[in-house]
């Protein structure tokens, strides 16, 4: 017989070192980073999570990893105090704010340095590319990235080149390997579609994105390309896997496109614990319909165990507080 398949896999070459619990991963870039890291959080890995809030254009990523190696303050001219005196940065997202400029700017550099220490340890940089679009400000001539909804009419908008890319992210890894000698790079374009540049223009701008990342790739023997795009596009082609904006893929997506990331870059002994965390966050997940029963009792208690013997490989007193917390409850 015949088999039939329904989708066009995307295959992926699994790189000659994997990922444990052990390892320290660091996540920046778009919000695709952000759902990514995530995930690897829920498993126990140890992750510093787009800790500056989403970047979507490369050169603003590129900046913002360039000014923590070099903990450089940012640029003075990029300040903006919004209508709601609420004090921002355009090299920055809006999650980064103050009351004062002073505040800000101490709460930036108090950031930069806790990612720099994390960065000196960490074994995989995962870097999200969202659009080629990006903003330039006019009076200083920067590429920022974010507008924070502030007049059009101070910025151009334009389609980066991805000379203009390549070449500052070239001097970028070569720094941050300097930094970290070990450190692994993986580059992926967000499957997320900027509509707002039209379907079209969407195309191009994941085009120039996806031909830096090659050209990267190709040249580092450090730096790989994870296909989260292709997988959305091709593997996943149906509308079945976005969200109701047609723009976000769905949570079952998210976990199509993880799992595929997991095959690819973790060790097995990771992945099977992974396989029995699930088991433990879905026992901890359970609500009894009947109350206080001891068959719950019972369920509490095997779930303590495992979480005692797991918190040798991790940390996980979270759960085991509130594992703790509900047995107690049965006595109380």
């Known amino acids: 017989m015949k088999e039939i398949k329904f989708s066009t896999e995307v295959e992926i070459k699994p790189p000659d070192w994997k990922l444990t619990h052990r390892s320290k991963i660091l996540t920046i870039g778009s919000c695709f980073a952000d759902v990514l890291g995530d995930q690897l959080g829920h498993y126990k890995f140890s992750v510093a999570n787009n800790d500056f809030g989403n970047a979507f254009n490369p050169l603003a990523i590129c900046k913002i990893l360039d000014s923590v190696i070099e903990q450089r303050k940012p640029n003075a001219d990029l300040y903006i105090e919004n209508p709601d005196q609420i004090w921002l940065h355009h090299d920055f997202h809006s999650s980064q704010w103050a009351r004062t400029k002073a505040d800000l700017e101490s709460s930036i550099m108090e950031k930069?340095?806790?990612?720099?220490?994390?960065?000196?340890?960490?074994?995989?940089?995962?870097?999200?590319?969202?659009?080629?679009?990006?903003?330039?400000?006019?009076?200083?001539?920067?590429?920022?990235?974010?507008?924070?909804?502030?007049?059009?009419?101070?910025?151009?908008?334009e389609l980066l080149h991805p000379d203009q890319i390549t070449i500052p992210f070239e001097q970028l890894i070569q720094k941050l390997l300097t930094f970290r000698r070990n450190l692994r790079i993986v580059l992926t374009v967000s499957p997320v579609r900027h509509t707002k540049d039209t379907l079209p223009l969407n195309q191009l701008s994941k085009s120039v994105l996806r031909l830096v990342c090659h050209r990267l790739s190709e040249k580092y023997k450090p730096v790989e390309y994870f296909p989260s795009y292709e997988i959305m596009i091709d593997e996943l082609r149906d509308y079945r896997f976005y969200k109701e904006d047609l723009i976000h893929p769905n949570k079952v997506a998210e976990e199509f496109i993880f799992n595929a990331f997991t095959r690819a870059y973790l060790d097995e002994d990771a992945q099977g614990f992974m396989k029995q965390w699930d088991q433990v966050a879905q026992s901890i997940q359970h609500r009894p319909q009947h109350g206080h029963t001891p068959s719950q009792l019972k369920l509490l208690k095997n779930v303590r165990d495992k979480l005692n013997a797991i918190s040798r490989q991790v940390d996980v007193s979270a759960e085991l507080a509130q594992v703790t917390h509900r047995i107690a409850e049965f006595s109380g």
């Open 112 to 157: 930069m340095k806790s990612v720099q220490s994390f960065l000196s340890e960490t074994d995989l940089l995962v870097i999200t590319f969202g659009t080629a679009y990006a903003y330039r400000h006019k009076r200083t001539n920067q590429i920022i990235g974010n507008c924070h909804k502030m007049p059009g009419e101070n910025f151009v908008r």
